[in-house]
């Protein structure tokens, strides 16, 4: 009997690694392969602004974005404002960036804010807080501030 239900589950274990394996690899993290990617290709700070600067002039706009932040709500409205008014695509490393993917937001910035103009920042804050506000239906009052996007290496 004690046999049986170790066999089990031992099978059951292995039919969820293999489940696992089987959904990893054919329904990536669309996310987790991009910064897969920029971690391959990024290997010095050179080579992460030689990048930005193609993908600038391709009209490919990244902001690579790591560490913890403080309110994923404010975050998600702000890559929102960024997707839908400037087509700027906002791209979460996880907890922890490289120096690398830093050179490239920073590189990227400095070419987005010569683009877009030097109050480009506040602006996206200002479309981000109306458009915050709407979700918060007047239930609390808070507002995103530049502080919530400064978090972005390069923009302070």
């Known amino acids: 009997m004690k046999f049986l239900k170790l066999s089990v589950l031992s099978a059951l274990v292995i039919l969820g690694l293999i489940a696992s394996v089987i959904l990893f690899y ?12 920029f971690e391959k290709k990024l290997q010095t700070c050179g080579i992460a602004r030689e990048l930005a600067q193609a993908d600038f002039a391709k009209g490919t706009y990244r902001i690579i974005r790591g560490g913890m932040p403080h309110d994923h709500t404010k975050n998600e409205v702000i890559a929102a404002v960024l997707k839908t008014d400037y087509n700027i695509e906002v791209i979460y490393s996880g907890c922890v960036g490289t120096p690398e993917m830093d050179c490239y937001t920073i590189a990227m910035g400095d070419l987005l804010v010569t683009k877009y103009g030097k109050n480009f920042c506040n602006e996206v804050v200002e479309k981000a ?3 915050y506000q709407l979700q918060l239906k007047g239930s609390v009052s808070d ?5 919530n996007f400064s978090l972005y290496p390069g923009w302070e």
């Open 26 to 37: 054919f329904f990536p993290d669309r996310n987790r392969a991009t910064i897969y990617l």
């Open 143 to 147: 507002v995103i501030s530049n502080n």
């Open 129 to 131: 807080n109306k458009q």
